[in-house]
């Protein structure tokens, strides 16, 4: 077999893989080259997000929610369940099963496509060579026209709380751990924290969320984010913030921690202590040092708006370039460049990111909060419809939160939509739709939606925009 391709893809997460079926459809002859094991020491295709990140999460946070409803969440329906127990072998099989399935699933697109796998570690070389590296230690070299670096991201570290793997760990290993710790505790209050908090939390851990800033969720609309901590306080998360954790040790079997809050030094004890303060790029291997690719100092590979690097023919994608660590902005970004190589116009659009915080209730978002509206100095109306007034909320007896629509003041256009409540994550795909085709918050409100739906939530947030909510008491003039 030839080792000339006309497209080699380094990473084989939710940036490459996609990015080498686009190519591979679009007619490129298409490698990927993926070093990941799974935990048999398998190669297994997926990256982060099928292996230990989006998917696992997801299925944990399913499980979990259905053993706190079935231990206390579902007596008000009528059903009552006596001693309902956990099982977290079977819960953690139940995971794996997933994540093989997912992770095979890949294996299949690829060889339906037409896309050559190689297993192992890919180094960009001068002149689009790669040298791959087996798991055997056996190197061979292939010729790429094009080269995608998509090698992802891995668990930031801090010196004040080293990983051991057992006691201190990373968010790989919080998803699987063998028993339930009594006292958890979490250092970092972002996305990937809170929601393994929600699930140990769920299953039974107390949890002790330390969060270094004295604003929760700070990249969320601000008046999401307090109802968030609002709610996640009720349900028993402990969220100190303004807490910086500064030194951890384990003694005994336990996790002591150190951490400042307001110039007082306080100290807290934890059965396990999972490190969750955000991710960094896989680039220190990815590329030779003749190859002269443009880095920042955190090791983020620079690129223009289309993904190109400062080399040649050489693009970068998914967590390894600027932009929030999300799959879906990554595979957007594959198809891009994809379609690019092909010679076809393609774009992506940065402003309508959708971001999702999938604890219960859920958050998700899109286009500008309403700080950032308020610091850009954009006039802006702003409608609001509770999920307590939504007849299928009250039916699946979950009506916390609310939806919020922000539209220009002039124009009407929808500007960013905001959301904390019952399946908000499936939701947020109907603002980005508007917002994709330009919407008004007119042209939602003259939208049908079915009835009884949390989706006329949405529909009623828009109309409320205009004073015009059905199901709301009305403002008043
Ligand atoms: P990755 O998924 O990290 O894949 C990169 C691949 O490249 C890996 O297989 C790696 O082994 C391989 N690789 C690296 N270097 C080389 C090399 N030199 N040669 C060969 N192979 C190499 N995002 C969401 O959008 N939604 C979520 O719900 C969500 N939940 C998450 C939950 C958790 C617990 C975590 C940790 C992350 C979550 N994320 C979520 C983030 C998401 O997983 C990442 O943004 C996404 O996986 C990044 O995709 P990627 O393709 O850039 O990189
Ligand atoms: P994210 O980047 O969304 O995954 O969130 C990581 C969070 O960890 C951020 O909100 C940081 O403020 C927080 N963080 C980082 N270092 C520390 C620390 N030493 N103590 C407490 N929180 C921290």
Not at 150 to 162: K, Q
Not at 217 to 232: H, N, P, R, V
Not at 432 to 447: C, K, Q, W, Y
Request: aromatic residues 4%; proline residues 3%; contains cysteine.
């Amino acid at each position: 077999m030839s080792n000339k391709y006309d497209v080699v893809v380094i990473g084989a997460g939710p940036a490459g893989y996609v990015a080498a079926i686009r190519c591979a459809q679009l007619g490129l002859k298409t490698a990927c080259v993926d070093k990941w094991l799974n935990e048999n020491n398998k190669p297994s295709l997926g990256g982060t997000c099928l292996n230990v990140g989006c998917i696992p999460s997801k299925v944990l946070l399913e499980s979990s929610e259905l053993f706190e409803l079935a231990s206390n969440g579902i007596a008000e329906h009528g059903v009552e369940i006596k001693n309902a127990k956990l099982n977290l072998s079977a819960m953690m099989q139940r995971k794996q099963k997933v994540v093989s399935e997912l992770t095979q699933g890949i294996s299949g697109l690829f060889k339906s496509n037409g896309v050559t796998a190689y297993e192992g570690h890919g180094r960009l070389q001068a002149k689009n060579n790669i040298e791959v590296t087996g798991h055997d230690g056996k190197a061979q070299t292939l010729e790429a026209a094009h080269v995608i670096l998509a090698s992802g991201s891995r668990p930031m570290e801090i010196p004040s709380a080293p990983l051991d793997g057992e006691f201190i760990v990373d968010s790989s290993a919080a998803l699987s751990f063998e028993s339930v710790p009594e006292r958890l505790g979490i250092i970092g209050g972002g996305v990937i924290g809170l929601e393994l908090g929600s699930v140990w939390r769920r299953l039974g851990a107390e949890v002790i969320l330390l969060e270094a800033q004295d604003e929760f969720l700070t990249m969320a609309d601000s008046q999401i984010a307090k109802e968030g901590l609002k709610l996640f306080t009720k349900q028993g998360l402990d969220i100190r913030l303004g807490a910086r954790v500064v030194a951890c040790e384990v003694k005994k079997g336990k996790v002591e921690i150190e951490y400042q809050q307001k110039d007082e030094t306080c100290h807290e004890k934890v059965d396990k202590l999972i490190v969750a303060v955000g991710r960094c790029p896989n680039t220190d291997e990815l590329v030779s040092p003749d190859a002269e690719l443009i880095l920042d100092e955190w090791g983020v590979v620079h690129v223009d708006e289309h993904c190109c690097t400062s080399l040649p023919n050489v693009y970068a994608i998914g967590d390894i370039v600027r932009g929030p660590m999300l799959a879906h902005k990554g595979s957007e970004e594959g198809i891009m460049v994809a379609e690019r190589i092909a010679e076809h116009h393609a774009e992506v659009n940065y402003d309508l990111i959708p971001s999702v915080i999938y604890t219960s209730p859920e958050i998700a978002w899109t286009g500008k909060t309403e700080q950032a509206l308020k610091t850009e100095g954009i006039e802006y109306k702003t409608g609001m419809f509770p999920f307590a007034a939504s007849g299928r909320a009250r039916a699946l007896g979950d009506t916390s939160g609310m939806v919020k629509v922000l539209a220009d003041a002039k124009t009407d256009r929808v500007l960013g939509v905001h959301m904390i409540g019952p399946h908000c994550s499936e939701l947020v795909a109907q603002a980005v739709i508007a917002m994709e085709f330009g919407a008004s918050s007119e042209d939602l409100a003259v939208t049908m939606f079915a009835h009884p739906t949390l989706s006329e939530a949405v529909h009623e947030a828009a109309l409320d925009v205009s004073n015009s909510a059905i199901h709301i008491a009305r403002k008043r003039k």
